[in-house]
């Protein structure tokens, strides 16, 4: 278990980081040339030639790809070896398009694992503890990844899958799971199956948390936290990179340490491309250092989040990523102001609500309308509809001040909005039916 903390990469020095970090993109960048001739047009014309990326600043100088690139290449066009050397596939949702099939050699799937396991030690993993994974199993990389890092540190493994919250608590309490994977709006939705059970949240011996695949506020980890008893970290990653994994918390909850020996992360200015300094927010961009049967350059995640290089009271020095707050394609333009999920989310848990909400976006008139339908809980829940009215009206005021738009707020009862186990769909905008 010791090997998956690795503290000669994950507290290096920031010379041997880079170190590590120009001799495999010397390597890479040939590998891909050589191998996948989709990209090596896209350098061509460019201009840039492998020898002239002779370390890590150099990445500057590559194309960028992007989801559409990957589309185009569908389904073979990345690959950087051959395919009888891959042993899987794994796939997004295609909540935005066509599905992009990202491919894995062996070697790859002993990296993804490895990152994943360096996970669950940052969360106190060990051979000691059950952990049950209830990310979905299959195409998505949620059930596969955790499960593979889970196996690797010696956890004894649940492999769950999604769904079925009756099972989940039943194994969860009959096994003593003591670390808990899924998405976090699944990790809410069973720690309120947990409490209409009549279980207080001693009653359980989970102690850790690894929750990831959608966008979730601070606000939403302390009630998770609350709810179910434990610590609640955050695992990014995405299949284009491999899964989970491409960056994990650690004790000091304040940001994912990204495994910068095998990803290297930019932050770009999504509209010119440009590379901003450390600090900046901007959209995130991803190279794999060491992948060789998918191996994606500079690629464009959409995701929009800022970097930091401050020193982490755990020792490790990896570069840490804020939470996005979503992706740049979940952002919503609401009479040309921007508006984040994650910013209702904020507002509602701060004001008392359930995270159970649904945004509704739509053009009427030609003016754009938010309405959010929210979730009361059931000691908030009146007949009075003076009381109701009352409490949208004060919601509404809370929304204005946080979003610099006025939406409409629509307070509906208990158990009426959908729970979800995987991904949470929280935005339904009808204005792309009338586009
Ligand atoms: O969601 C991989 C994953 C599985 C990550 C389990 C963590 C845990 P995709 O389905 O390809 O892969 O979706 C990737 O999900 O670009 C982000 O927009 C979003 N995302 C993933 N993790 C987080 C997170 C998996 N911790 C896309 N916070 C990414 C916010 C996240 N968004």
Not at 181 to 207: F, M, Q, V, W
Not at 275 to 295: H, I, N, Q
Request: charged share 25%; with cysteine; aromatic share 8%.
């Amino acid at each position: 278990m010791a090997e998956y903390y690795q503290p000669e990469i994950e507290t290096a020095s920031r010379e041997e980081m880079i170190r590590i970090q120009n001799e495999k993109i010397v390597k890479q960048v040939k590998h891909v040339y050589e191998n996948v001739p989709y990209y090596r047009n896209l350098m061509d014309e460019k201009g840039v030639k492998p020898e002239d990326i002779k370390g890590i600043d150099d990445i500057k100088k590559l194309p960028f790809l992007t989801k559409n690139d990957l589309r185009e290449a569908y389904p073979y066009g990345l690959l950087g070896t051959d395919l009888k050397d891959c042993v899987r596939i794994q796939s997004t949702s295609g909540t935005t398009g066509k599905r992009v099939v990202a491919f894995y050699t062996q070697h790859e799937i002993g990296l993804w694992g490895a990152c994943c396991a360096r996970a669950k030690v940052a969360v106190g993993g060990s051979n000691e503890d059950v952990c049950q994974v209830c990310y979905g199993y299959g195409l998505f990389t949620g059930g596969a990844g955790l499960h593979g890092g889970s196996h690797k540190v010696g956890c004894l493994t649940l492999p769950m899958s999604s769904g079925n919250t009756e099972r989940q608590i039943q194994f969860m309490m009959d096994l003593n799971s003591t670390i808990l994977c899924c998405t976090p709006s699944y990790a809410a939705y069973i720690g309120e199956t947990l409490a209409e059970r009549g279980y207080k949240p001693e009653d359980n011996k989970l102690k850790a948390g690894i929750f990831g695949a959608e966008p979730w506020t601070e606000e939403m980890r302390r009630s998770i936290e609350k709810s179910l008893g434990i610590k609640a970290y955050d695992i990014y990653g995405l299949t284009e990179i491999s899964g989970p994994g491409v960056s994990f918390e650690c004790e000091a909850q304040t940001g994912m340490h990204i495994n910068e020996d095998h990803f290297y992360a930019e932050i770009i200015n999504p509209e010119t491309g440009e590379v901003l300094p450390e600090g900046e927010k901007g959209e995130l961009v991803f190279t794999s250092l060491d992948k060789e049967g998918f191996p994606l350059l500079r690629y464009r995640t959409r995701d929009i989040c800022v970097l930091s290089r401050e020193k982490c009271s755990c020792g490790r020095t990896l570069v840490k990523m804020a939470k996005p707050m979503g992706r740049s394609d979940d952002m919503m333009i609401i009479r040309g102001v921007n508006v984040f999920p994650s910013q209702i989310e904020t507002v509602l848990l701060n004001e008392g609500y359930s995270p159970n909400y649904q945004i509704l976006v739509d053009r009427v008139n030609n003016t754009d309308t938010l309405d959010i339908n929210v979730e009361l809980n059931p000691d908030q829940f009146s007949d009075k509809v003076s009381e109701i009215q009352g409490r949208e009206k004060a919601l509404e005021a809370a929304m204005r001040t946080m979003l610099g738009i006025g939406p409409k707020v629509h307070l509906v009862a208990p158990k009426s909005i959908a729970r979800s186990e995987g991904k949470a769909v929280r935005i339904i905008d009808n204005r792309k039916l009338h586009d």
